[in-house]
C-alpha cells in the first residue's frame, strides 16, 4: 500500500514560484510511476508532469520549461518545483503514484494571482 501526502501549495504572485512535495509511504524506487496531476474549478484533471523509476520525465506542453518533477529516495518524495507561475496554473495539485494500482493524495491548493 502507497500512501501520499502534499504539501507546500500557496498563494503567489505572478511570475513567482512554489515548490510542491508529495511524500510516500513506500520506497519511491519500488513505484514504477509518479506524477502531478492538477485540476482547476471547472475543469478536467489533467496530467501536468511524471517521473518514472528510471528516471525519465514528462511534462504538460503548457509547463514545459516552467515546471521541473524531481525526486528524492532518501527522503521518499517527489517535487514538482513550479516557476514563472501563470494565473492559469491556479487550481488543486495531486500527487499520483501507480504501483499495481493507483494511489492518489488529498491535493494542495496553488492560487496565482494577477
Known amino acids: 500500500q502507497v500512501q501520499l501526502v502534499e504539501s507546500g501549495g500557496g498563494l503567489v504572485q505572478a511570475g513567482g514560484s512554489l515548490r510542491l512535495s508529495c511524500a510516500a509511504s513506500?520506497?519511491?524506487?519500488?513505484?514504477?510511476?509518479m506524477g502531478w496531476y492538477r485540476q482547476a474549478p471547472g475543469k478536467q484533471r489533467e496530467l501536468v508532469a511524471s517521473i518514472n523509476s528510471g528516471g525519465g520525465t514528462n511534462y504538460a506542453v503548457s509547463v514545459k520549461g516552467r515546471f521541473t518533477i524531481s525526486r528524492d529516495n532518501a527522503k521518499n518524495t517527489v517535487y514538482l518545483q513550479m516557476n514563472s507561475l501563470k494565473p492559469e496554473d491556479t487550481g488543486v495539485y495531486y500527487c499520483?503514484?501507480?504501483?499495481?494500482?493507483?494511489?492518489w493524495g488529498q491535493g494542495t491548493q496553488v492560487t496565482v494571482s494577477s
Open positions: 499520483y503514484a501507480y504501483s499495481r494500482t493507483d494511489y
Open positions: 513506500g520506497i519511491i524506487s519500488r513505484i514504477n510511476f
